[in-house]
């Protein structure tokens, strides 16, 4: 038994995790932690954060929301991003990233085009959550779940 419990202490990497991560999340670049604790977040983030996390405990999305325009989607294809069903966890984290730097930059329309994206990605969120489907049914593309995760750690109104 003790015998156990110091292979358990030795086995366990203390820098692997966060304060900020999930259960099955690892301490990485691309980790919660790290995307807060790396950028400064932009007002304009969590203004949309606000908004998304209030209108989900009043409303729980009950109506179906649209889906977005070919305007939005040509928007998206413009910086070379998926829709949201078709984002990885992984590239949702760098997508944010992104954005974050791009909402403080000093070239106004990348201001307004990265404010312009989050509010696409949010209405693309609020439309799988009303579904109760992503599009895509694979584990692989779970990009809206990172971005849900990250509204609610941004919001002053957060879980």
Same mark, same amino acid.
Request: aromatic letters at 12%.
């Given at each position: =038994?003790?015998?156990?419990?110091?292979?358990?202490?030795?086995?366990?990497?203390?820098?692997?995790?966060? &304060?900020?991560?999930?259960?099955?999340?690892?301490?990485?670049?691309?980790?919660?932690? &790290?995307?807060? &604790? #790396?950028?400064?977040?932009?007002?304009?983030? #969590?203004?949309? *954060?606000?908004?998304?996390?209030?209108?989900?405990?009043?409303?729980?999305?009950? *109506?179906? =929301?649209?889906?977005?325009?070919?305007? $939005?989607?040509? !928007?998206?294809? #413009?910086?070379?991003?998926?829709?949201? $069903?078709?984002?990885?966890? #992984?590239? =949702?984290?760098?997508?944010?990233? !992104?954005?974050?730097?791009?909402?403080?930059?000093?070239?106004?329309?990348?201001?307004?085009? %990265?404010? *312009?994206? !989050?509010?696409?990605?949010?209405?693309?969120?609020?439309?799988?959550?009303?579904?109760?489907?992503?599009?895509?049914?694979? $584990?692989?593309?779970?990009?809206? !779940?990172?971005? $849900?995760?990250?509204?609610?750690?941004? %919001?002053?109104?957060?879980?």
């Amino acid at each position: =038994m003790p015998e156990d419990l110091i292979e358990k202490k030795s086995n366990f990497d203390i820098t692997s995790r966060s &304060a900020f991560s999930r259960e099955d999340e690892v301490f990485t670049s691309r980790s919660y932690a &790290a995307l807060l &604790a #790396k950028n400064i977040i932009p007002y304009s983030h #969590k203004k949309i *954060a606000d908004n998304y996390v209030i209108v989900k405990r009043v409303f729980k999305f009950q *109506a179906v =929301m649209p889906r977005i325009t070919k305007v $939005e989607k040509a !928007l998206l294809a #413009k910086y070379d991003f998926n829709t949201l $069903e078709y984002t990885t966890v #992984k590239q =949702m984290y760098d997508e944010l990233a !992104l954005l974050q730097q791009w909402a403080l930059s000093a070239d106004e329309s990348l201001r307004e085009d %990265s404010d *312009a994206i !989050l509010e696409i990605r949010t209405k693309e969120l609020k439309y799988i959550i009303a579904t109760s489907y992503a599009t895509i049914s694979n $584990e692989i593309y779970r990009g809206y !779940l990172a971005l $849900e995760n990250y509204f609610i750690e941004i %919001s002053k109104y957060g879980e």
